[in-house]
């Protein structure tokens, strides 16, 4: 075995090409066989369950968004600059089509990227956790 001393639950995750976080990401495991080598050079302090989401394409908040992770690898960046009060885990639902609740919906977070907009317009005062539901045809 090319790291004996790597005990993990799925040794075939390591170096498959994908970094992995965790157990997977250690020395004994070789940094995940090479696949984290990478991403631990360029973002040594950020310490992430799931690594392979850092600079994928698509803002992951949390632990990602953070300046040791590089604003999610830079994918946080534009989010970020847009909605700097706007402090949720899930980014990439601000202004997805999609009218959200809760901390979305709110003026930090640009009324969830101005999906919100019209149906706050519609019902001022109308607050309820799945804003997209109402007029969808379906009594809930």
Known sequence: TKYPDCKIDEPSRIGDGRCDGGDENTEECGWDGGDCTE????????KVDY???IGNGRCTGGEYNTEACGWGGGDCIEFNTKYPDCKIDEPSRIGDGRCDGGDENTEECGWDGGDCTELNAKYPDCKVDYPSSIGN???T
């Open 39 to 46: 991403l631990n050079a360029k973002y040594p302090d950020c």
């Open 137 to 139: 045809g379906r009594c």
């Open 51 to 53: 690594p392979s989401s």
